[in-house]
């Protein structure tokens, strides 16, 4: 086997058939394991995972978490649990191209450490192709991290990124909230690669639920993204590595839009005025914090 892919997942029954059909129709199926980090859940997720562990024990392995863990670290569990040389991520709600393990083996059997690819938004119709995605072409770290940390033509989710399995294990920068914690283990792993590969070709489908960033209690979501935008920060700091440090700090403007959008959000949920310009100020340290 050559690739592993790690999905957390709960109460995902609604969605999971598709993933998982779409997981069977890979061209490279045999080179491949899905790893599904589950925590408890309360429809059929765990039933439908079972049966299909049953039919492909060679290619599906199922580890159940003690608890309600979240996306960040069962992903990290995957990781470990893992025994294959590359790496990749999906979500239980999208969908894997047909081409999808075949085109991330074969790149990063080219000598390369990591591969971003581009993907399909689903919404409403059609699958449409991101549309801010420029050519295929070949970064070092400090580009990988600088398109990274722009969040435009590479986003910061780790579901259009595959990696060496010794990459993410290097010293990575796992945090344990919900929301906002795909783009610093990107980030870490990063740091540690010498070639990354940026690939024009769309090999996953992002079923992007319309509004969802609007559901549930937002109250908490600037502080959480405020969380991994430091954390990335200190990590370079630590690291004593200084370009890394300066390209997290000129990035300030696009994490301060980023922040006043959550924020916007958030007052919807009771985040109060004194709570913003708090958040604002603790975002400006690492503006000051340049030399």
């Not at 259009?160 to 980030?187: H, I, N, T, W, Y």
């Not at 070639?195 to 319309?210: C, E, Q």
Request: proline share 4%; glycine share 4%.
């Amino acid at each position: 086997m050559r690739l592993a892919i790690i999905c957390p997942i709960k109460d995902a029954a609604s969605t999971l058939p598709r993933l998982l059909k779409s997981y069977l129709a890979q061209t490279s199926f045999s080179d491949c394991v899905a790893y599904f980090v589950l925590d408890p859940s309360s429809d059929e997720t765990e039933r439908i995972l079972s049966a299909f562990a049953r039919d492909y024990p060679e290619n599906v392995k199922i580890i159940r978490s003690d608890g309600l863990q979240g996306p960040g670290l069962n992903r990290f569990a995957g990781i470990r649990a893992s025994e294959e040389p590359y790496i990749s991520f999906m979500d239980s709600d999208d969908e894997l191209m047909p081409e999808y393990a075949k085109t991330i083996i074969e790149t990063l059997d080219k000598g390369f450490d990591a591969v971003d690819f581009s993907f399909f938004i689903q919404t409403q119709g059609a699958p449409r192709p991101y549309r801010l995605r420029g050519q295929r072409k070949e970064l070092d770290r400090y580009k990988a991290i600088r398109l990274l940390l722009n969040d435009s033509s590479m986003r910061g989710f780790l579901w259009c990124k595959a990696f060496r399995r010794e990459m993410l294990l290097g010293d990575p920068l796992v945090l344990s909230q919900f929301l906002f914690e795909d783009m610093p283990l990107a980030f870490s792993a990063f740091l540690h690669c010498n070639r990354i590969a940026y690939l024009s070709d769309p090999l996953y489908v992002y079923r992007k639920r319309s509004g969802s960033a609007m559901r549930g209690d937002n109250r908490n979501r600037a502080s959480l993204h405020l969380a991994s935008f430091l954390a990335m920060f200190d990590y370079a700091k630590t690291k004593g590595d200084e370009t890394a440090k300066r390209i997290v700090s000129n990035s300030y403007l696009r994490m301060k839009l980023s922040l006043e959008y959550d924020i916007g959000l958030a007052k919807k949920d009771g985040l109060s005025k004194e709570e913003a310009k708090s958040i604002l100020a603790k975002l400006k340290s690492i503006k000051q914090n340049r030399s």
